[in-house]
């Protein structure tokens, strides 16, 4: 069955194979001067607190590959709805230059599978048409079936600390994994590489 990760779900994600990522829509403010960035902080807005953790956590990660300190806001503030104020003086207080704020949505559909018939090569007789009724009937058959899709899509924006001001908005989604960690790994990935194409990320 292929199966998509959904963050604020809870139940367990099962699926074989390699999460991708792709960068479904992108916006950058053309306005926008970059600065050097030395330090981010990474907000996740899904209700589950180990999602939570996971996709800031693979947000820092990725951006530490880059050679960029990151903070998340797991793992400054406690569980609960954040203080604007309370984020506003951290931002501040710690000499961030961006914050990256992440929402995830969920897609299910029902995807339909064809029946498969393995292909023989026709032989040359098959004795009337029954014997070849007979020879079709027998060969290896898989019928149809439906199996569901999830698809994790994840709005992000990132705005530059001096003035609060949104510079870079995108969408993804993502597919194939076989946990919620893999999938934040996946969107992680795709975000900073596009940020840094970018030229939000800035050294």
Do not use: H
Request: contains cysteine; glycine residues 8%.
């Amino acid at each position: 069955m292929k199966r998509t990760l959904l963050a604020a779900v809870a139940a367990p994600l099962l699926l074989a194979g390699c999460a991708s990522t792709q960068m479904v829509q992108v916006w950058r403010d053309p306005s926008y001067v970059p600065a050097p960035v030395k330090r981010v902080f990474a907000v996740a807005v899904i209700p589950n607190q180990q999602y939570r953790v996971d996709f800031e956590n693979a947000v820092a990660k990725a951006m530490t590959s880059r050679g960029i300190e990151a903070a998340t806001s797991a793992g400054v503030f406690p569980p609960g709805q954040l203080s604007r104020d309370g984020v506003t003086d951290y931002v501040k207080a710690n000499d961030v230059q961006l914050v990256v704020v992440m929402r995830l949505n969920k897609v299910t559909t029902q995807v339909y599978n064809p029946p498969t018939v393995a292909y023989v090569p026709p032989a040359p007789y098959y004795g009337g048409w029954y014997g070849y009724y007979g020879y079709g009937y027998g060969t290896a058959y898989t019928p149809g079936y439906y199996s569901e899709e999830t698809i994790v899509q994840a709005e992000t924006n990132v705005y530059a600390v001096a003035g609060e001001k949104l510079v870079w908005s995108g969408s993804s989604s993502t597919f194939n994994f076989t946990s919620a960690s893999e999938a934040a790994s996946s969107v992680a990935a795709a975000l900073v590489n596009d940020l840094a194409k970018s030229g939000i990320l800035v050294k």
